[in-house]
């Protein structure tokens, strides 16, 4: 018998299907993974010099395939797939590719500040899809008021470069807007078939689809490109790839699997700040007082968005 999506055993909370609020320990692993995440643009961008973004792309999901099947086999976990999986499967795998399809599309058509500023509502976006199809993972007034303050932190950080606006901007910010969307809803679907699948058959199906889709369109657009296999480029792999499309994405899945991902994804909002702090380290670029003033209300917003509210509180 095929597993249920959802698991209804005993030891599961009625309520949340077992999913509870970040505990100390599990906001500490968010943040870590918040902070990998963040350097992920850094490590993109200099990948980016030897390869390009198509090839880049699959080169990356393929390392991280073979961490997850590392992963799976020393964990002595069932690769067979059960009829009833096939189907949510694929849907997360399409819904995986489109999302990346629309932020990589979009992102050449809008400014970097743009960029961060649209793809970091993705939290809000989880927010809102937990709300109607999450038990027990309701917004409650006090969290959407923490989750704006916190997205406005990050608003704070990039505002200087949102403020240099472009008629040409606007598809851009459309589909990333589209891809953040896409993002929240796919964290979601994470969490919600990850009570009843395994963790490693959902980031085998998003990896095989994000392989064949990268691979197929490289052929296509990158065929005459220039391939440099740099000390620069195998670095930018290695962190792209290993930590965060393989162990980042092992422990993304992990929290979403037994936390309420409107919970999890809020830490998500750090990522810009902690992106500004690595490009100041790492690339040298100046930072302002802009940076500490979103970091403030970063904190605050994700601390407010954390509280653990009375069950009979007003939700939105």
Request: positive net charge.
């Amino acid at each position: 018998m095929p597993p249920k999506l959802i698991d209804e055993s005993p030891r599961y909370s009625s309520k949340t299907n077992g999913r509870q609020p970040l505990s100390v320990k599990a906001g500490v692993l968010a943040l870590v993974l918040s902070t990998m995440w963040a350097g992920n643009p850094v490590a993109n961008k200099a990948g980016l010099e030897d390869a390009g973004p198509l090839r880049l792309g699959w080169l990356r999901f393929v390392l991280g395939a073979v961490v997850v099947l590392i992963y799976a086999i020393a964990t002595r976990q069932s690769f067979k797939i059960y009829r009833g999986e096939l189907l949510p499967l694929t849907l997360l795998g399409v819904l995986f590719t489109v999302q990346l399809g629309f932020m990589n599309v979009g992102q050449d058509y809008t400014s970097a500040g743009h960029a961060v500023v649209v793809t970091s509502t993705f939290p809000l976006w989880t927010g809102v899809f937990a709300h109607f199809f999450v038990p027990g993972d309701q917004m409650s007034r006090t969290r959407t008021f923490g989750t704006l303050i916190a997205y406005s932190g990050v608003v704070a950080v990039f505002y200087k470069s949102f403020a240099i606006s472009n008629a040409d901007f606007v598809v851009g910010d459309l589909l990333l807007l589209g891809s953040a969307i896409l993002l929240g809803g796919r964290q979601v679907l994470l969490s919600q078939l990850g009570q009843g699948i395994d963790q490693h058959k959902l980031l085998i199906a998003q990896s095989v689809f994000g392989i064949f889709t990268f691979i197929v369109a490289s052929l296509i657009f990158e065929s005459n490109e220039p391939f440099v296999l740099t000390t620069r480029l195998v670095v930018a792999l290695l962190y792209t790839g290993v930590l965060i499309a393989g162990l980042g994405f092992i422990g993304q899945t992990w929290l979403l699997k037994r936390y309420l991902p409107s919970r999890v994804t809020v830490i998500s909002l750090s990522q810009p700040v902690f992106g500004v702090l690595f490009s100041w380290w790492i690339l040298g670029e100046s930072v302002g007082g802009e940076l500490y003033i979103g970091a403030i209300l970063v904190v605050l917003g994700s601390a407010l968005a954390q509280r653990k509210t009375k069950q009979m509180e007003s939700s939105i």
